[in-house]
């Protein structure tokens, strides 16, 4: 009896274990699950023109991440650099995820990507605004599917009201060794002016610094476009 009852415990436990996945976005949208207590996200992403996007994200508390990001465009090359006002990220763990069901996390992201519109004020690929996000290790393992709901109410020009405002987004990762790709969608049904895809690949250098090579915007309409963008990112993971 003794032995059924030590075999019901071990089983339930691996029901209900957690997934882990060191990477707490996959390149635009966030994934669920938060860092851990005094764990800490540092992201250097050049794109175009010189530009440099720094992101920093810190586990507060368990479950509950406060961040920030800074923009410099051109800070890289001949022309004058010019800053942006720092943008606030946040994220909360609802549920961390087990064998069964996804992991849960809601938040709010200001930062906004591509280049920056001086004349609306806004970036080419606007901020998410508040999400909800939902991932979940699928199939084989490091495998993980991404998917969520996002409000902005300033990122369509044409469609300001709640719930013409809702946008979808959805990805996945994969990282069976050192090496790992991943592929993204934004704007999900809002049209080729504002939808995105992109893809990429992942090294892992040593332990808590990878390196990420993106290719941004690669589809439009039915056809793969000629500009992809190029982007290169360094991730550094580590704990106070």
Not at 52 to 64: D, E, N, P
Not at 208 to 214: Q, R, V, Y
Request: proline share 3%; charged share 20%.
């Amino acid at each position: 009896m003794k032995n059924y009852i030590f075999v019901l415990i071990i089983f339930s436990a691996s029901l209900f274990s957690q997934n882990t996945d060191t990477q707490e976005r996959i390149n635009f949208i966030p994934k669920a699950g938060g860092l851990n207590y005094g764990e800490y996200n540092v992201n250097f992403r050049i794109y175009q023109n010189g530009g440099m996007l720094t992101r920093m994200v810190f586990g507060v508390l368990q479950g509950i991440d406060i961040g920030f990001s800074w923009d410099i465009y051109s800070l890289i090359g001949t022309e004058t650099a010019h800053a942006r006002d720092p943008n606030l990220y946040l994220k909360f763990d609802i549920f961390r995820g087990n064998q069964l069901l996804p992991a849960i996390s809601a938040g709010y992201d200001n930062q906004g990507y591509g280049l920056w519109n001086d004349e609306k004020e806004k970036y080419e690929i606007p901020a998410l605004g508040f999400f909800a996000t939902f991932s979940k290790e699928l199939f084989i393992p490091k495998f993980y599917v991404t998917a969520g709901l996002n409000y902005n109410k300033d990122a369509f020009e044409k469609n300001k009201d709640f719930p013409e405002s809702l946008a979808c987004f959805a990805g996945f990762n994969i990282k069976p060794s050192r090496l790992g790709i991943f592929a993204e969608a934004l704007n999900i049904g809002k049209g080729w002016d504002y939808s995105q895809i992109n893809a990429g690949i992942v090294f892992e250098f040593t332990e808590g610094l990878n390196f990420m090579l993106a290719f941004e915007n690669v589809s439009e309409a039915d056809k793969i476009r000629k500009d992809v963008e190029r982007t290169f990112e360094i991730l550094y993971k580590g704990a106070f």
